[in-house]
C-alpha cells in the first residue's frame, strides 16, 4: 500500500467516526424548565411537555392549608403558573407554611353575608411571600382584569378583605399577652395575637403589592389592607404596595417588627395605623390620598388602656406623605404612644400637621411622655400643611384639662433640628395630577423623604404598573 492510499484511508476512518459519534447523539427534551426534561439527551426532539395553567380555588377549613392538593411536609407552595382564588378566610395554621413564587397572582371573591375574603397567617404559621422588583406577588380582587390597567382606580375599594399576618411577639392590651386581631370572630382561636417572643419569625413578605381591599364587618371591626398582630423582629417586611383600601392601609398591633419600603395609596381612612405597643420602625414610608377622601395619613396610638407599661415606641424615618387637601389631616399621636418622626415630608394637609394628645395624666399621656419625660424626637422635616407659615399654625395639643400652652412652645420646642414650615410645594415634589402622573422622586431638600435612594416604585408596584408615575 502506497503513502497516499494509507493516508487517504485514515481520513475516511475519521469521518467515518466523527459521523458515527454524531449519529448516535440521544435525542429528547432538553429543557429542564419541561416535565419530561432528560438531562441525558443531547439534541432536542421537540417532544417537551410543559404544565399547563390552572385556576385554583382556596376555601376555609379547620386543618387550614392541610385541606389542599399538594399540601406536604407542612408546606403548600403556590406557583406563578396559576391564579389562585381566596373564598373566604384561608388561614395558615400553626406549624404550616405558605411558600408563594414571584409572579404569583392571588385574587380574593367578594365579602358576602358577613364574612370577607382574606388570607390570615395565624401565629406559629409562616408565609414566604418572596416577590422581585421584576415579578412581585399581587394580592387583588376576582373582578381585576391585570390585562387592563383602566378597568379598576383608586376609588375601587371593598372589593375584598386583605391579608392579616399574627405572631407571638408582646402587645399592649389590657395587660394581656394576647387578643384576637379585629375582622375576625373573636372565637376563632387563629385569629389571636400576641406573646411573650418579641423575636418571632412569621416568615418573608416582600416585593408584594395588595389592591382594592377592606372590609368593615361592623362598625370598628375592619379588615384593612394589610393587618399585623404581634408580629416579631424574625420577620421581613419590605418593599409592600397598598392600593385603594377602604379602610386603612397598613394597621399595625403590637409586635417589634421593622417594616421597610412600603407604599400607601389612596386608603380612605388612615395611611399607616399603629396600635397596641408596636416598637418598631417604618422607613421609606410613601403615603397618597385621594384628594376627596381620606383621614389621617398616620393615625399613631399607644396601648389599651393608656397607661398600659407596654405602649407604642416607634420610628418613621424618610416618609413622604401627600395629604388629602382640604378635608385632610396629618398625624395624630395618642393613647399614651410615642413615635418619632424624622427626615421626612409632609404636605397637602389642610389643616392639622402634628397633633399630640394631652390628658394632663403625668407619664401617661403621650404630651407628657414627649415633652416632660423627652421621649421621642422630630428632626429634619419639612411640612407644607394649608397656608401654614409656621410651627406654631400646624402643631396642635389637645388639652382636655386647660388652655397651659396656647402658642405650643413645648412642642415646637421639641421640633429639635431642621424642621421647616414651607408655604406651597415647588421645591419639593410634584403632586399627582392625573394627566401628568404623580413624581415623588425629587430627594430636595436634602436627606428628607422616601425617595433618597431612587424611585423604588418602578416596574413592580400598582403605582408604576397602573400607569400613576409621572414619565
Not at 485514515?10 to 429528547?28: E, H, P, R, Y
Not at 376609588?155 to 375584598?160: K, R
Request: glycine fraction near 14%; aromatic fraction near 6%.
Amino acid at each position: 500500500m502506497t503513502k497516499n492510499t494509507k493516508l487517504a484511508s485514515m481520513i475516511l476512518l475519521a469521518v467515518f467516526a466523527i459521523g458515527g459519534t454524531t449519529s448516535c447523539k440521544k435525542k429528547g427534551c432538553t429543557d429542564p424548565a419541561a416535565l419530561n426534561y432528560d438531562e441525558e439527551a443531547k439534541k432536542d426532539d421537540e417532544s417537551c411537555e410543559y404544565p399547563q395553567s390552572e385556576t385554583l380555588t382556596l376555601t376555609s377549613a379547620s386543618d387550614g392549608l392541610a385541606s389542599l392538593s399538594g399540601f406536604a411536609n407542612g408546606t403548600y407552595k403556590m406557583e406563578a403558573l396559576n391564579t389562585y382564588i381566596l373564598d373566604g378566610l384561608v388561614f395558615v395554621n400553626d406549624g404550616q407554611t405558605l411558600e408563594i413564587e414571584a409572579g404569583t397572582v392571588i385574587k380574593a371573591k367578594p365579602t358576602t353575608g358577613g364574612v370577607a375574603s382574606a388570607l390570615v397567617v395565624a401565629r406559629g404559621g409562616k408565609i414566604m411571600a418572596e416577590g422581585t422588583s421584576t415579578a412581585p406577588i399581587i394580592f387583588t380582587s376576582e373582578s381585576d382584569d391585570l390585562n387592563d390597567p383602566s378597568d379598576l382606580g383608586p376609588a375601587d375599594v371593598g372589593l375584598w378583605g386583605g391579608v392579616i399576618i399574627l405572631g407571638k411577639a408582646e402587645i399592649g392590651v389590657e395587660g394581656a399577652t394576647e387578643a384576637g386581631i379585629e375582622g375576625i370572630d373573636e372565637n376563632e382561636s387563629r385569629a389571636k395575637f400576641g406573646g411573650l417572643s418579641n423575636s418571632d419569625n412569621s416568615g418573608v413578605f416582600k416585593y408584594v403589592s395588595i389592591r382594592h381591599t377592606g372590609a368593615e364587618l361592623s362598625p370598628g371591626n375592619e379588615i384593612q389592607a394589610l393587618s399585623i398582630g404581634g408580629v416579631g423582629s424574625g420577620t421581613q417586611l419590605s418593599y409592600i404596595d397598598v392600593f385603594a383600601s377602604s379602610d386603612d392601609g397598613i394597621e399595625i398591633f403590637g409586635g417589634t417588627v421593622d417594616l421597610d419600603h412600603v407604599s400607601i395609596a389612596w386608603a380612605e381612612d388612615d395611611g399607616l395605623d399603629l396600635d397596641n405597643g408596636w416598637k418598631g420602625t417604618c422607613s421609606d414610608l410613601f403615603i397618597i390620598q385621594r384628594e376627596d377622601d381620606g383621614d389621617l395619613l398616620g393615625e399613631w396610638d399607644g396601648a389599651q388602656p393608656d397607661a398600659n407599661l407596654i405602649y407604642t415606641q416607634a420610628v418613621v424615618n424618610r416618609a413622604t406623605m401627600i395629604g388629602a387637601g382640604e378635608s385632610g389631616k396629618a398625624i395624630l399621636i395618642r393613647d399614651g404612644g410615642v413615635v418619632s418622626l424624622n427626615n421626612s415630608i409632609i404636605i397637602r394637609p389642610n389643616g392639622k400637621g402634628l397633633e399630640v394628645e394631652n390628658k394632663g395624666e403625668t407619664g401617661i399621656d403621650s404630651y407628657e411622655k414627649i415633652i416632660t419625660d423627652g421621649q421621642g424626637t422630630f428632626n429634619n422635616n419639612t411640612w407644607a400643611i394649608g397656608g401654614a407659615t409656621d410651627l406654631a399654625s400646624i402643631l396642635f395639643a389637645t388639652d382636655d384639662v386647660n388652655n397651659s400652652d396656647p402658642t405650643n412652645s413645648a412642642l415646637i420646642s421639641k421640633m429639635t433640628a431642621g424642621n421647616s414650615v414651607q408655604t406651597g410645594t415647588a421645591g419639593i415634589i410634584v403632586n399627582y395630577d392625573q394627566n401628568e402622573g404623580l413624581d415623588p422622586f425629587n430627594p430636595t431638600p436634602s436627606g428628607q423623604g422616601a425617595f433618597q435612594d431612587g424611585n423604588w416604585l418602578e416596574t413592580w408596584s400598582s403605582l408604576s404598573s397602573l400607569g400613576f408615575l409621572k414619565e
